[in-house]
């Protein structure tokens, strides 16, 4: 039974990895509360899916560029610093939200800009900490490490909406803000105490934006990554339906923040299930198979969550979907972080990062404008099919990943 169970043997073994692993984890709570507050604020201000996924969508370029560069300067200094000043700088645009909460009337377009802002730092920052991991943990604890980042980033998934969802319906925005921007400051605290963590250096150092670029080049030149790329992506533009919770909560199961808590905590709890019985994944040697197995199961469950207008049945979905996503998440950082040179480990991890969470921004603009020009109900069904297509396509476009094998696979 020991191997089914998440591996813990890097928290155990590495101080490093258990202190990014205890900053990283509180700062995870705090940013799901903000998640949650920001879809709930300017769905309640404009009564518009479609607002809640431009402003989602709005967070992508910066973002991007923010990931990039942030993948760019981890591989030219030391990661450490970077993410304990970056993650002072969220702190700050977490407590600026909280304070126009609690204005009489809140300004929209510091509902739309810190956001923004926001996203662009923790672009920085999401690079430099998964770049970190691999660096910290020997080659063969590199799945139970990832899944162990599964295990937190998931558990904040799901007790950080749950917790927002009662904070709105108790006493208002401005905490979930406010305890964000608290968070924050958890994770420079447990950084601090951190080794430095300094960059693997070229014989020839390049130029910023020369090194963006290179990173680019050799993602063009490895089939492999570009497939795990488009896969997530695929699956979180189409079947990732987040900015329709506010919608689906008044709309169809005709209740209040409580339940746009449990919708937006329903997929952490799947995958916080999966994440701690993650101690088969070492032993997968079709790793590449797997992958598009589960993001298809999460196409058919995200359909399901469509058609059937039952709370219980929607949370199920949601649950199920989760659990798919974490083991596609874990599996494909261990394709991504075995098949990388250390050279350029931060920025193809910036890259990766640009993915994972530029793809549900760019599904809250899809999934929010589809639901205006139909229906809620239709655009969560369609996304769902669509992301089942993609996958389908992928296979025949990119077929690398279906064949992809393990180092010591047979």
Known sequence: MARLFVDLTPLRTNKNFRRLFAGQFVSLLGSNLTLVAVAYQVYHLTQ????????????????????????????????????????????????????????????FAVLVVTPALAAGLAGVVGPLRTAAIATMVAPDELVAAYSLNQVIIN???????????????GVGLAPCYFLDGVSFFALVAATWFMDPLPPVRSETPERLWRAVRDG?????????????????????????????????????YHAGPAVLGLLSAAPGVGALAMALATGWMDRV???????????????????????????????????????????????????????????????????????????????DLESGAVASWTSTEFSIVSGGVMCVIGVLALIRWRPHLWRERSADGS
Request: proline share 4%; aromatic share 8%.
């Open 285 to 363: 040697k079709r790793r590449g198979r797997l992958v598009i197995l589960v993001v298809l199961a999460w196409g058919v469950a995200m359909a399901l969550f469509g058609l059937v207008p039952t709370l219980w049945v929607g949370l199920v979905c949601l649950a199920v979907a989760g659990a798919m996503d974490v083991i596609s998440a874990v599996l494909r950082m261990t394709i991504l972080q075995t098949s990388i040179s250390d050279v350029y480990r931060s920025r193809i991890s910036s890259i990766q990062m640009a993915v994972v969470t530029g793809g549900p921004r760019l599904g």
């Open 216 to 252: 680019f080049a050799y993602v063009r030149a490895n089939a492999v990554v570009q497939a795990v790329y488009w896969v997530d992506l695929n699956a979180m533009v189409f079947g990732l339906p987040r900015a329709l919770f506010p919608a689906v909560t008044e709309h169809v």
């Open 48 to 107: 518009s899916s479609l607002w809640v996924g431009i402003v989602g969508f709005l967070q992508l370029p910066p973002l991007i560029v923010g990931s990039l560069w942030g993948g760019a300067l981890g591989d030219r200094f030391d990661r450490r610093t970077l993410i304990i000043w970056f993650s002072l700088a969220l702190g700050v645009l977490s407590a600026v939200l909280g304070a126009n909460a609690r204005l009489a009337h809140p300004y």
């Open 155 to 169: 558990a904040g998934a799901v007790v950080g909406p749950g917790v927002a969802g009662l904070l709105i319906a």
